[in-house]
């Protein structure tokens, strides 16, 4: 008979960040758009929802200057831990993207792997796009990468468990498997996820079972072009990979680019 398998519970998945990083450290989908990004800016680069470092310390290991921006201190604290260890000290602060303050401006401001998507009303979009803005020197930019919200999205098994990520951790050796259990408010474009990470044994035996919850809130093209445009950015262009193409369908990536006007 197997042992009853652990269960721990948090309300979000942010608050759990060495099974966050077990889960998504090696997750690399993205990671070469933001080096070229942080290596092409001839400036320092402010990761707004930096988390654990999968995109901040990369940059860091490329000679890139970059600090970092999370909700979440747990997170930045393994950050933090992580980036020591390889001499790197970035300036980490913990506040709410809508809302934070940091004492120098940036060439550019990135914002990775829908985190912006958790800004659940327009009031948080415009503050955060606002308070980015501010953040930024003359003639730089905000990079947004946000998926696009495709048919595919809003008519999935609602209420169903989905294997949305799997991997093995390098800590333990075990199967991680993420499921994602959506619940879609299509006319609020809004989307509630009841997350379980099942930790496998070499013999398929589920040992841990850990669970959060999450909210997003999906936009389209020409919205997010209306809100860069009220956050006072005077330019922006939107593109549909992370190779410079167009948006043509709708099982695309955004990556907004939006330039503060120069000096």
């Not at 290991?61 to 000290?89: I, N, S, T, W, Y």
């Not at 930024?136 to 919200?149: D, F, T």
Request: aromatic share 10%; glycine share 8%.
């Amino acid at each position: 008979m197997r042992p009853e398998a652990a269960t721990s519970v948090a309300p979000s998945p942010y608050e759990a960040p060495e099974l966050y990083d077990q889960l998504f450290e090696s997750l690399d989908f993205d990671r070469p758009f933001w080096l070229r990004v942080g290596r092409g800016c001839q400036g320092p680069v402010l990761d707004l929802g930096c988390g654990t470092g999968r995109v901040l310390i990369p940059l860091l290991e490329a000679g890139v200057d970059a600090d970092g921006v999370d909700l979440f201190p747990a997170m930045l604290d393994r950050l933090g831990a992580k980036a020591a260890k390889q001499g790197f000290h970035p300036r980490l602060l913990a506040a709410d993207m809508c809302d934070f303050t940091l004492p120098r401006l940036y060439a550019r401001v990135i914002c990775a792997f829908n985190a912006f998507a958790h800004c659940e009303t327009i009031e948080d979009q415009l503050a955060t796009l606002r308070c980015c803005r501010e953040h930024l020197a003359p003639g730089g930019a905000l990079v947004l990468h946000i998926s696009y919200p495709g048919a595919a999205l809003w008519l999935g098994a609602d209420g169903t468990p989905v294997l949305e990520h799997e991997t093995t951790s390098v800590a333990t050796g075990h199967r991680l498997q993420l499921y994602d259990r959506r619940f879609m408010d299509t006319v609020n474009q809004r989307q509630r996820s009841e997350i379980e990470v099942r930790e496998l044994d070499l013999g398929g035996g589920i040992v841990a079972s850990h669970r959060f919850e999450a909210r997003q809130r999906w936009i389209y093209r020409y919205e997010l072009e209306l809100l860069l445009r009220l956050a006072g950015f005077p330019r922006w262009e939107i593109q549909g990979d992370f190779e410079g193409g167009p948006l043509e369908r709708d099982d695309q990536q955004m990556i907004a680019w939006a330039w503060r006007e120069p000096a």
